[in-house]
């Protein structure tokens, strides 16, 4: 018997349903498996999460199910969630994603409310040995807690979790491996504060380490985003030590590989199917929406008053960066919305004063944040853009820095000291680009929905339709300021 024995770990993250790139990642790990077993070594192969991206229309259509059949035919064994699969599936449609896996999910940090147990689709951790080596393989996600409390899902955070599970299971294997969608940060933070982990599979930023990092004894790998790359650990472990002789990681570029032809045609296949069934018409537009992402459009002011309406709330706002293509008059059908608004972002309420509402918008419409570009907390297009309202009638004045001379809420004189329900989007609540809103009171999410799927309500409200059309802004010159 050899001296030692060596495991290859090959893994992906952040695939974010980008079905172009997996024949190839196929190919990839196929082979690399035939090789590697071929000359008496180990193969372990596993998703980090967001494997699944509700902006593809193969992904919508089938709740992820196509995904988790791609994970399937491409061998996968181990795989975690990310917050796509966590937060912008509903409840039960996210218990019933794996019913056909045939791998195993881990989630540590997940848990149902009621039971204080992981789901039933799901272990806390695993024990997979290959030859005479023991691993545990770890799963956590980011604890994004407000959005899975109001799927009805309890997320915790990890590292006390991570502490009691290494703890209970050091003894009795060889190797701790965790997989992570929790971001490049916080797997820093868990290399250095948490005793007894040998390898970080990491996902959820989207970092490609080329050889990954060491933090102490632990070694941090990241594949970058859409599977541009597989990740490859190599770990030789010593029998005579009983311990890891070597471990180094690198990336396998995917354009370096041929095409799976039979996935690719399953791939195209389940895109038909789910293309027949988006298409079907939901409503009636007897009039065009344009998107516009730096002026206000009627496009824009419906989402505003769409989210609204369906929060309930005095005002609504949200950025016209989010739209990415027209609504042309005459039939509209849900596949037209998903193209239009793919986001996984969903509507908010929260409380706050008439002032801070005013910063908020005087902020909105400097030119700087209007071009800003944006990434992350589930935002699929390119720029923050102009901020749709609805409910409120503006005048300000375009300069250089723009200001806002008057706001009437509702056909009343804005009071700074007033309490207002403003109603917009949970990506505002997370990448922090308006300070003022994080400050007010009585945040509540509305989900499971999405935007597109308030607007497949909505936009059968043909008052709600014409009122869109009327402006919320009023652009004034110096002129007839001074003369106010």
């Not at 181990?78 to 917050?83: F, V, W």
Request: some cysteine.
């Amino acid at each position: 018997m050899a001296d030692t024995c060596t495991l290859h770990i090959l893994h992906t993250n952040d695939l974010h349903s980008h079905f172009d790139t997996m024949p190839r990642i196929a190919t990839c790990l196929s082979m690399h498996r035939e090789k590697w077993e071929g000359k008496g070594e180990h193969v372990l192969t596993v998703d980090i999460g967001d494997h699944m991206d509700r902006m593809d229309i193969r992904s919508e259509a089938s709740f992820g199910k196509t995904n988790v059949e791609v994970m399937n035919r491409s061998e996968i064994q181990y795989a975690t969630i990310g917050n796509n699969e966590g937060i912008t599936l509903p409840k039960d449609k996210l218990n019933k994603l794996y019913t056909d896996a045939r791998f195993t999910i881990i989630t540590g940090n997940l848990f149902e409310p009621t039971t204080n147990s992981v789901p039933s689709w799901a272990v806390p951790y695993a024990i997979h040995t290959v030859g005479e080596l023991r691993l545990a393989i770890l799963g956590m996600t980011i604890p994004f807690g407000p959005s899975y409390q109001s799927m009805g899902w309890e997320i915790k955070e990890p590292i006390p979790i991570l502490r009691e599970q290494i703890a209970a299971l050091r003894s009795a294997v060889d190797v701790v491996i965790l997989l992570s969608h929790l971001g490049y940060q916080t797997d820093c933070v868990l290399a250095s504060e948490v005793d007894g982990l040998d390898i970080i599979l990491g996902g959820h930023s989207h970092r490609a380490l080329p050889h990954g990092e060491r933090i102490g004894g632990t070694l941090i790998t990241q594949a970058g985003r859409f599977g541009e790359y597989v990740g490859h650990v190599e770990l030789v472990w010593d029998r005579t030590q009983n311990g890891i002789k070597d471990v180094r990681a690198e990336l396998f570029h995917t354009e370096q590989y041929q095409v799976d032809e039979s996935l690719s045609q399953f791939i195209e296949s389940e895109k038909v199917w789910a293309e027949n069934r988006l298409i079907q018409p939901i409503a009636q537009l007897e009039q065009d929406l344009h998107m516009g992402w730096t002026e206000e459009t009627p496009y824009g002011s419906f989402i505003a008053a769409s989210i609204r309406k369906w929060t309930g709330a005095e005002i609504g706002m949200a950025n016209g960066g989010l739209l990415l293509a027209d609504l042309a008059r005459g039939s509209l059908s849900f596949a037209d919305l998903l193209h239009s608004m793919p986001h996984p972002i969903n509507p908010c309420a929260v409380t706050i004063t008439g002032a801070q509402l005013t910063t908020v918008l005087e902020q909105a419409i400097q030119p700087e944040m209007v071009q800003r570009e944006l990434r992350g907390y589930g935002f699929r297009g390119k720029i923050e853009g102009w901020m749709c309202v609805d409910g409120l009638h503006i005048r300000y004045r375009e300069d250089d820095q723009p200001q806002i001379i008057q706001i009437e809420v509702n056909g009343q004189p804005l009071d700074h000291e007033r309490l207002y329900r403003v109603g917009t989007i949970d990506m505002f609540m997370y990448n922090r680009m308006f300070p003022d809103l994080l400050l007010g009171s009585e945040l509540t999410f509305f989900l499971p929905e999405m935007l597109r799927e308030v607007l497949a309500t909505t936009i059968k409200d043909q008052q709600m339709l014409q009122n869109a059309f009327l402006p919320r802004w009023e652009k004034i010159s110096s002129a007839s300021k001074n003369q106010s």
